[in-house]
Structures are given as structure tokens and as C-alpha cells.
């Protein structure tokens, strides 16, 4: 079993659309959620992070986070087709420490 | 935000020849990098981890004779793929961490440099 799962898509979505991307994992001691969009052929860059459980907001994106089910979730409001990408949950034990990643869900949003 | 940079972004090289990416950050001091591979709609598999001055710490699976990782200053870490072949052909990508960013230890990443073993 993979530490981290999530659901590769790839998932397709009309522009105005809210979208939401999961992962889910085994390890408990996990504590720092991020989650990161990576265009093609590029680097990943940070777009959301999160400590412990709880929501966290910024613009038209919501993260969250359910340690007790170890299940965190990315929402999209109002998709556009400039957010198609493959979007990575990542999460460590420790601050700065060594990042797990999920497999990466691509999203393409249509016009 | 702070910048990563890696060089080059694309290579193309002969099987049993050797190459060398380089990444560097630009705005702040690196006390750790990790290297990264990535494969085609695949995930970031960790590498390795190196601390500016000490050996890198490999991964399982890893070969260290393999992937030389040197991170000689606080600004710098080199990767470099000994005698590559053609399953070495992958996105290699590095991240940095200074211990700031936002509060959080973030960790920012490189573009990635694409590696093509013909």
C-alpha cells in the first residue's frame, strides 16, 4: 500500500465548475499537508498549505483536512481553463522535512 | 517568493556518457536540497536529501554511485547521472528548503531539468 493515494484522473471539467481533489494516506504522524499544481514540463509550485486538521481558504481554492479519517481534500471554485494541471497533495511528518507526494490528479478545465 | 533555478532544463546525451544538472537558489541560503525523478503522469519519487557540507542521504533503491549528488555551498547541489542509459531518461526536478519561507520550512522548487539517454 502506497503511503499516499490519489486518484490519478484524469478529470475533465466545464469552466465555472467547482472541482475537488482527494488523497488519502497511511501514515498517522503525518502533520503537514500541502498541495502543489505543476504545469507541463515545469516544476511544481505550492499553492495551498495546511497544518493539522481544519479548512484553509485563499481565493477560490479551499483546503481540507481530516486527520482522524486521514483524508485531505483541494476545492475549486469557479475553474478556469488557465487551473488545468496536474495538481499534487504532498505531506510530511516534520516542518521542512521529507515530502511524500500523491501520484497527481490532472484537471483539465474546457472552455 | 524565493527562486530555484535549474540548469539546463533539457538534455539530450549518448548512452554511457555522464551529465550534470545543477540547481541553485538565487534569494536565499539552501541549508537542504532534495532531489526528485519524475516520470510520465507519475509522482515525485525522493532521490535523495543533501545538506549543505555532509554526504546525501539516499534513498532506498537509489544507486549513490549512480546519482553523484554534491552540495558543495549553500546555494548549490549538483546531481550527477554516471554513465546514464536509457531508463536513466527522466524529469529530474530539485527543491530547496532554508529553514524559512513562510514560517513553514516551504520548500521551493526548481523548473526541472528533462533528461533524454538516446
Known amino acids: 500500500q502506497k503511503e499516499v493515494e490519489q486518484d490519478p484522473g484524469p478529470l475533465s471539467v466545464p469552466e465555472g465548475a467547482i472541482v475537488s481533489l482527494n488523497c488519502t494516506y497511511s501514515n498517522s504522524a503525518f502533520q503537514y499537508f500541502m498541495w502543489y499544481r505543476q504545469y507541463s514540463r515545469k516544476g511544481p509550485e505550492l499553492l495551498m498549505y495546511?497544518?493539522?486538521?481544519g479548512n484553509k481558504e485563499d481565493g477560490r481554492f479551499t483546503a481540507q483536512v481530516d486527520k482522524s479519517s486521514k483524508y485531505i481534500s483541494l476545492f475549486i471554485r469557479d475553474s478556469q481553463p488557465s487551473d488545468s494541471a496536474t495538481y499534487l497533495c504532498?505531506?510530511?511528518?516534520?516542518?521542512?522535512?521529507?515530502?511524500?507526494f500523491g501520484q497527481g490528479t490532472e484537471l483539465s478545465v474546457k472552455p | 517568493g524565493a527562486v530555484v533555478s535549474q540548469h539546463p532544463s533539457w538534455v539530450i546525451c549518448k548512452s554511457g556518457t555522464s551529465v550534470k544538472i545543477e540547481c541553485r537558489s538565487l534569494d536565499f541560503q539552501a541549508t537542504t536540497m532534495f532531489w526528485y525523478r519524475q516520470f510520465p503522469k507519475q509522482s515525485l519519487m525522493l532521490m535523495a536529501t543533501?545538506?549543505?557540507?555532509?554526504?546525501?542521504?539516499?534513498e532506498q533503491g537509489v544507486e549513490k554511485d549512480k546519482f553523484l549528488i554534491n552540495h558543495a555551498s549553500l546555494t548549490l547541489s549538483t546531481l550527477t547521472v554516471t554513465s546514464a542509459h536509457p531508463e536513466d531518461s527522466s524529469f529530474y526536478i530539485c527543491?530547496?528548503?532554508?529553514?524559512?519561507?513562510?514560517?513553514?520550512?516551504?520548500?521551493?522548487f526548481g523548473e526541472g531539468s528533462r533528461l533524454t539517454v538516446l
Open positions: 543533501s545538506n549543505e557540507g555532509s554526504k546525501a542521504t539516499y
Open positions: 527543491s530547496a528548503t532554508g529553514g524559512g519561507g513562510r514560517g513553514t520550512g516551504e520548500l521551493f
Open positions: 504532498a505531506m510530511s511528518a516534520h516542518q521542512g522535512g521529507k515530502l511524500i
Open positions: 495546511t497544518y493539522s486538521s
